[in-house]
């Protein structure tokens, strides 16, 4: 939060001296735009992985506002290389955890486990072409997918580690049929999606990462 505030304070700054239609003689400022501006940089900057979620049930009309802010993520040539199966169907959802608990007994008898999902209420498969081609354009999605729920009031995990056990687990295949992947399709990911019941610390990122090319 507070690496946030100073970001909006530099934004701030740059906004008022560069960009914002202040001239040389006009000493009005146009802030027109800012507060929009600290909303989604505050969304980025914020948005956490969450793991444990309200037993509350999401509105589809919601988890659909997502997956369309998901497909209009941008795309290589608009290909739109990619398929989301929105899942909040308990059958499913308590069909994958029982194959989950019978392979990882362990994972499963963790303090707090409800299911395969983090716990979520729902989740969304997102479905790339099996050669490869569409992973980036699907990790675009994805970002778009946990940014606007976010904004929805709504947590979301990436969940590489379902999404391998999904894909190789023989008691989840008939699960896996009821997302009806097309030929030539794959799972590539699954994202936990629901009423967040915690509120995560942000993990430090590696500042040096980052250098300007002169
Ligand atoms: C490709 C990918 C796979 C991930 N798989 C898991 C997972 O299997 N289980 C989990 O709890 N979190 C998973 N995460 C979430 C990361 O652990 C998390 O994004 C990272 O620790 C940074 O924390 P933050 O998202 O709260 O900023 C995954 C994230 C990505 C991008």
Redesign the pocket.
């Known amino acids: 939060m507070m690496y946030s505030r100073l970001l909006y304070f530099l934004i701030s700054v740059v906004t008022m001296t560069s960009c914002c239609g202040a001239s040389a003689g006009d000493d009005k400022i146009d802030h027109s735009g800012l507060d929009s501006t600290m909303i989604v940089l505050d969304n980025m900057m914020d ?3 969450v ?1 444990a979620y309200k037993e509350m049930p999401v509105e589809k009309e919601k988890l659909l506002a997502v997956a369309r802010c998901g497909i209009n993520a941008p795309s290589a040539l608009n290909g739109q290389p990619w398929q989301i199966r929105i899942v909040d169907n308990k059958d499913i959802i308590d069909g994958v955890t029982e194959a989950f608990v019978k392979a990882n007994p362990k994972a499963a008898s963790e303090a707090g486990f409800k299911n395969a999902f ?1 716990n979520a209420p729902a989740f969304m498969a997102v479905l790339s072409p099996s050669d490869g081609s569409g992973v980036f354009d699907c990790g675009l999605l994805t970002e778009n997918m946990l940014l606007s729920a976010r904004a929805l009031g709504l947590g979301t ?7 391998r056990f999904m894909n190789s687990d023989e008691n989840v295949r008939p699960y896996l049929e009821r997302l009806d992947i097309p030929e030539g399709y794959q799972l590539l ?1 699954i994202v936990a999606i629901g009423y967040p019941d915690e509120s ?1 610390e ?2 430090p990122r590696n500042e040096e990462v980052i250098s300007f090319v002169e």
């Not at 995990?157 to 999404?163: E, I, Q």
């Open positions: 948005r956490r992985s793991r983090r995990c990436v969940l590489g580690s379902t999404t990911m995560p942000a993990k």
